[in-house]
């Protein structure tokens, strides 16, 4: 014998499961358990001109930050120092390397004057100063808080070939925020 069920019976069930596979996501980017995990950075606009600022580089992952110091039309660099000044209480910094446009061969020395501070000193080692664009620094952060803060640069200087400084160049900063 035969049973048969009758269809509103069926499409009644299909509902319930339907309900039940609901996970409850209210939109992209989120997950059952909450926001995923993101750094998101914010530069702080320029109007042009000379400029070293900084951006996410392409190293960045949803734990770590490559914070890149870039340079937009500056003209004969010959050497550079700031302090950079970051949230202690959302990264741990981790390092650095050179960019293309201070070159492989410049030399850089780093070091910490406090919690949420690293100096750098920059000088070209080619007799040649820079002159162009191009990223100076990659310093490399990891997230180890949640929470918002800002990247900003400290007391900065630039001078050319002749020691002299660099004026006019605009130092942009970003803001950060970090989901853990």
């Keep these: 014998m035969k049973l048969h069920r009758p269809r509103r019976a069926t499409a009644a069930l299909v509902l319930l499961l339907a309900a039940a596979c609901n996970t409850g996501s209210s939109g992209p980017g989120d997950s059952p358990t909450g926001p995923l995990p993101a750094i998101i950075l914010t530069p702080d606009p320029v109007v042009g001109g000379s400029t070293i600022s900084m951006r996410a580089g392409a190293g960045s992952t949803a734990s770590v930050l490559q914070l890149e110091i870039f340079a937009t039309d500056i003209v004969n660099l010959q050497a550079a120092d700031f302090t950079l000044l970051y949230p202690d209480q959302l990264f741990r910094y981790d390092g650095f390397q050179r ?3 201070i070159g492989a061969g410049a030399q850089v020395i780093t070091g910490t004057t ?5 100096t750098f ?3 070209r080692t080619t007799p040649a100063p820079a002159t162009g664009s191009g990223p100076m620094l990659f310093v490399t ?4 808080g949640a929470g918002d803060g800002r990247f900003d640069f400290f007391e900065p200087f630039a001078e050319d070939q002749l020691g002299l400084e660099i004026t006019g160049i605009d130092w942009a ?3 950060v925020r970090v989901v853990l």
């Design 173 to 175: 900063g970003a803001a």
């Design 141 to 144: 952060f990891t997230a180890i």
């Design 114 to 118: 406090g919690p949420g501070t690293v």
């Design 121 to 123: 000193d920059l000088l």
């Design 99 to 101: 960019g293309d446009f």
